[in-house]
């Protein structure tokens, strides 16, 4: 079993990386790499895209390397390998961005990414800090995890998602915000997994785990 | 509902955990690494580390503490102390900070934080105000550990460095820092208010009112404390039980 993180040039992968070292270790999840390379990708069991920055930067970075995008819309698209998105890497999901300009996504989920604005002013954005989780759909990557647990964000940008059936979580910051996608195969959490302790961990293991 | 987080400072150099009183005393207080351990498993929502060595000798910053950290703490780290350049930015990030602190530098030249946030975002860039009171309702920054005035106005800064992309400040009032006295309130809540992106206040936790009070008067994100917290006096645990207690909404699990 071999978990690629893809390496895009967007950000810190070394905790992400510890963080599924150590629960690929807890639930005999196999070898974890950290790889900007199309042909590691093409033979990963799983594939999590992390990431911070703007959504056009990540999206152009992820297509300037040489077969990347390619080898992960074959793995995803076609192979249906199971997918982890974080944080830059859930919103690059959506259909549309629209950080500075429009962009293109990957479109694996029926959404948009805008700006966060919260209903009350006094809240300020970034939306940075421990949010506590509502859950909406029941899905494998849960197992364990419940409404009122607390997970780690750090964002300017939030997903809208038109089908609420890929909805799976939201927080609220002075009104909704994504907080975990899904599909059969896929799953995208706003917050940082790797950065969110216990909770974190959990999803991480459950991901790991999960044999869609 | 998005928390108030309670983030124990590690004053760090040579390698150990100490905690200055204005920056001049140095207490040895133990290995940065085992101390962010237990503040993992205390519940303290963020960790810092600040090289207090770093600005005046012209070291570089903790890449292998922030490696060691990063292994076995899953929690936000905050890196700041001699951070001058993009490049070390991105080596504290790749070594496993999640968040890196600009200082002296910012002042120096703020272009430097558009830079670091053009090319690793505003998330992670942090910029930290030393700010000293000179007249009534007015305050300035001071550099290098405080002792290095600059004439320039501190929350005007604050706006500036907001606008060239830090995603939050890191204010600590140097009239407080070491004093036990509470945070500098007015200054707090001067630029809390001035800036739409989260204020940590720091400088002059005594007590656990004072945690409450940097949040309901000061308008701060989140409330940085060292010496409180290191030497045993209050737990992460008691300070939120606290806050909560205080209406201050915090994360108990």
């Known amino acids: 079993m071999l978990t690629v993180l893809i390496d895009y040039a967007a950000g810190n992968l070394h905790s992400a990386e510890k963080a599924f070292q150590r629960m690929a270790r807890e639930v005999d999840g196999g070898e974890v790499l950290v790889s900007d390379r199309a042909e590691d990708i093409a033979r990963a069991d799983r594939i999590v895209l992390p990431g911070d920055g703007a959504f056009p930067a990540c999206m152009s970075e992820l297509k300037g390397q040489a077969g990347l995008f390619e080898a992960l819309i074959e793995a995803v698209e076609v192979r249906g390998r199971p997918f982890l998105g974080i944080c830059v890497g859930m919103q690059l999901m959506a259909r549309t961005g629209f950080e500075y300009e429009t962009t293109e996504g990957l479109g694996w989920i029926d959404g948009e990414v805008v700006a966060i604005a919260p209903g009350d002013p006094s809240l300020k954005v970034p939306h940075m800090g421990w949010n506590d989780l509502v859950i909406d759909s029941p899905h494998p990557v849960l197992e364990g995890i419940a409404t009122g647990d607390h997970a780690y964000f750090v964002h300017s940008y939030q997903m809208q998602v038109a089908d609420p059936s890929q909805l799976l979580a939201h927080c609220d910051y002075g009104g909704l915000v994504t907080a975990i996608v899904g599909t059969d195969t896929m799953v995208g959490t706003q917050f940082h997994p790797e950065k969110s302790q216990s909770a974190g961990l959990r999803l991480i293991a459950n991901w790991l785990k999960w044999a869609p | ?253």
């Open chain 2, 1 to 253: 509902m998005l928390k108030t987080r309670i983030i124990p400072c590690l004053d760090v150099a040579d390698g150990r955990v100490v905690k200055g009183v204005n920056f001049v005393d140095l207490i040895d207080a133990g290995d940065p690494v085992e101390a962010a351990i237990a503040y993992n498993e205390a519940g303290a929502d963020e960790l810092c580390f600040l090289d207090i060595h770093a600005t005046h000798e012209n070291r570089g910053t903790m890449y292998d503490l922030a490696t060691r950290t990063a292994e076995q703490c899953f929690m936000p780290l905050t890196i700041g102390g001699g951070v001058r350049t993009v490049d070390d930015v991105r080596n504290l990030l790749l070594a496993g900070a999640d968040k890196v602190s600009f200082n002296s530098a910012a002042v120096a030249d703020p272009d430097v934080v558009a830079r670091a946030a053009d090319r690793f975002g505003s998330q992670c860039i942090v910029v930290a105000i030393d700010a000293k009171t000179v007249a009534p309702g007015k305050w300035e920054i001071f550099t290098h550990g405080g002792r290095r005035e600059t004439g320039i106005d501190a929350v005007e800064f604050a706006r500036i460095v907001v606008e060239k992309g830090a995603g939050e400040i890191l204010l600590t009032s140097m009239d407080r820092d070491g004093t036990r006295a509470g945070f500098n309130l007015p200054l707090t809540r001067a630029i809390s208010d001035a800036v739409p992106v989260p204020v940590i206040a720091s400088g002059g936790v005594g007590t656990l009112d004072h945690l409450v009070e940097g949040v309901t008067e000061g308008h701060a994100s989140a409330v940085l404390a060292a010496s409180i917290f290191h030497f045993g006096e209050y737990t992460i645990g008691e300070a939120k039980a606290h806050m909560a207690a205080a209406g201050i909404p915090v994360r108990l699990s």
